[in-house]
């Protein structure tokens, strides 16, 4: 039985909680009307107090400072030397800029005024009352380009490493018959460790930090030392013994495809030591590989053509129909030659040879799809553009038109245009890179990209990927509505979400560029606002660089400057309208944009500075693709 006493005491520990439970509930409930719509007291980004702010407000202050921080460059130290990194590689076409790191201040702000604010009331009382007595630091939403960055420091860096090498089996003498072997002693590696060099920069950006970042070296042994090689010279006189090798590909039963022949002395000079289990002699992955890839792969491999037509008279006609393709798969093939020489099999490889498949489809089987009107129409205009990017307008649009994209596929642009160079027709523009002007391939392409974003939209497609360009271009206006290209990324991609396949179709009128995406339209409404354009930033003022490459005295220029802005557009796509199974997809596209500065080369005799180690937007740019 409860004494007296005991129950007064619970009565009072209980009115005492409850009275502290109404006390922390209204002051909650009292909270989130003060501060509706507004960020909790106590939470800061870096060293900003957005406590009481709006989401305007808070959004104009992380604005500011991430601007500010994506003006400075960042560095890596390793030794005496050092190299700095912009946020964009840039050049005298803004078309070939690319971003290597930012930040996404939208986001940054939604992770700030979302704390406290979860679907778990009491996760959001106990949040709010930890603000009380400890502020919550909200860490950047930063973008980075690791690819990029990883190219840059290799480039910078690579001549200060020395690879490791293992043990190696050299050819010294050789005769019709007679082939000696000896072996050359391993090295230890120095390499640097990029890795924690990205991961320092990951910690730092969260941070809202730029400091230096020293990069720190690591030893790399040998796997094979030369003492491990055993009877070298009687292990490869028996694999010789085996020569000649004919290597075969047979696509049927039919006659082979492709054969060849591997004499003596070619497989004298692929042999090498390997580790499996034991040290032995076999060929090499490394030198057989490259043999099979120079010499082997050329004669079989063969890209796989995906069908393409075109609209004629209003029916579907025959452009290019679909066919497989062929891969030699390099590492099979020679993972097959080894067994085969340990086993002394028969002289007679066959190499491993991959099919690459596309539908099938022919002219008659696309018309009963019944492709038959323009489901949305994309348009730019390239006007003010050199004769160069014209012409990779063009080409990139040649490289779209007629393309296929069957129901619930993804549709990727990087992967469509393929390789970017003088072999795949397109023309160089020159670029800035180190203080000189040198020829980059791609220039035009973004048009490609954005003209394909704006049909996507039109057609009410979902947008798998885009991102917009570093800096504001007059080609793409209006603003907010570009996509940019670099391989392998960013990319354009969407998806084919009809119940049919989408057929692409590129025009070019003048200075006027469009892709016809045709199809069978159904009963989905696609809307698309007017872009809005705020946060206005006037560029630096024009950077001088010299250079010897022009005559001393003369100066050659970027297009004139450009502000710096933010954007935005709402797309929506409505299924079903107006039925039981009516379905909204909303997004809002974001944009931003860094000013653009103009940069001059002024040639000298002789540099006042030495030569800058910098990706920096006035200095470099190895951005080929946009």
């Keep these: 039985m409860i004494s007296p006493r005991t129950k007064r005491t619970l009565f009072l520990s209980l009115t005492i909680f409850s009275a502290f439970a109404v006390l922390i509930l209204g002051a ?22 957005l406590g009481g702010l709006s989401f305007s407000d808070a959004e104009k202050k992380v604005k500011e400072k991430s601007d500010s921080l994506i003006s400075q460059e960042l560095q890596f130290v390793y030794k005496d030397r050092t190299a700095n990194v912009a946020s964009t590689k840039s050049s005298f076409d803004m ?47 930063y973008r980075l380009n690791e690819d990029g960055v990883r190219e840059e420091l290799r480039s910078k860096f690579s001549d200060m490493e020395t690879p490791v090498k293992n043990a190696e089996l050299k050819l010294t003498s050789s005769d019709s018959n007679s082939f000696v072997f000896n072996v050359q002693e391993a090295k230890m590696g120095v390499l640097l460790d990029y890795e924690q060099a990205i991961s320092d920069l990951k910690g730092n950006l969260a941070n809202g930090e730029i400091k230096p970042i020293t990069l720190i070296s690591k030893q790399e042994e040998a796997n094979i030392l030369s003492g491990d090689a055993g009877d070298f010279q009687a292990q490869a006189d028996s694999i010789l013994a085996l020569a000649p090798l004919t290597l075969e590909y047979k696509a049927s ?34 030198l057989g590989g490259k043999f099979l890839e120079e010499t082997v792969a050329p004669k079989i491999n063969k890209e796989p053509a995906k069908a393409r037509f075109e609209i004629q008279g209003g029916k579907v ?39 690459v498949t596309e539908d099938k489809l022919s002219v008659e089987s696309i018309n009963d799809l019944g492709i038959k009107e323009i489901i949305g129409t994309g348009h730019s205009n390239f006007a003010g553009s050199p004769a160069n990017r014209r012409h990779n307008i063009a080409v990139g649009a040649a490289a779209v038109n007629g393309l296929l994209i069957k129901p619930g596929e993804e549709f990727s642009l990087v992967k469509t245009l393929g390789d970017i160079d003088a072999s ?21 392409l973004c048009q490609v990209g954005t003209t394909v974003f704006r049909a996507a939209l039109q057609s009410g497609l979902p947008i798998t990927a885009r991102r917009n360009h570093s800096y504001r271009v007059a080609y793409y206006e209006p603003a907010g509505t570009d996509a940019a290209i670099y391989v392998p990324n960013p990319d354009v991609r969407f998806v084919n979400d009809t119940a049919n396949y989408v057929l692409i179709q ?33 560029p630096a003022p024009t950077k001088i660089v010299e250079t010897t490459d022009l005559a001393p005295g003369k100066k050659k220029c970027t297009e004139k400057a450009h ?35 103009e940069v001059c080369l002024v040639g000298v005799a002789k540099p006042t500075t030495p030569v800058a180690t910098s990706t920096a937007p006035v200095s470099t740019s190895t951005a080929p693709v946009q």
């Design 317 to 355: 006609d025959n452009f290019q129909v679909s066919s497989d393709g062929l891969k030699l798969n390099i590492a099979e093939s020679i993972k097959k030659i080894k067994e085969q020489l340990d086993n002394r099999a028969t002289s007679t490889i066959a190499l491993v040879v991959d099919v």
């Design 506 to 538: 590129s025009r070019i009128v003048g200075n006027d560029f469009y892709f016809d995406f045709w199809g069978v339209k159904d009963n989905r409404q696609v809307s698309l606002s007017k872009p809005v354009v705020y946060n206005i930033v006037k």
């Design 563 to 597: 502000n710096g802005a933010d954007a935005y557009f709402d797309y929506k796509v409505v299924y079903s309208p107006g039925t039981a199974d009516e379905k909204k997809e909303e997004k809002r596209f974001s944009s931003h944009y860094v000013p653009w500065q």
């Design 95 to 141: 078309d070939l800029s690319t971003f290597i790191w930012d930040f996404d201040s939208d986001a940054t702000i939604k992770k700030a005024y979302s704390f406290g604010r979860s679907d778990n009331f009491w996760v959001n009382i106990w949040s709010q009352i930890k603000l009380r007595f400890v502020p919550e630091k909200i860490n950047f939403v």
């Design 253 to 286: 039963s039919s006659a082979p495809v492709f054969k060849s022949e591997i004499n003596k002395a070619k497989l004298a000079s692929i042999l090498g030591l390997e580790r499996n289990g034991h040290v032995r002699v076999s060929v090499s992955s490394e």
């Design 424 to 444: 795949t027709g397109y023309l160089p523009e020159l670029v800035i890179k180190e203080n000189k002007t040198i020829p980059e391939y791609g220039g035009g």
């Design 28 to 49: 909650y409930l009292v909270s989130a009307k003060v501060y509706d719509n507004k960020i909790y007291p106590g939470v800061i980004v870096d060293s900003l107090d």
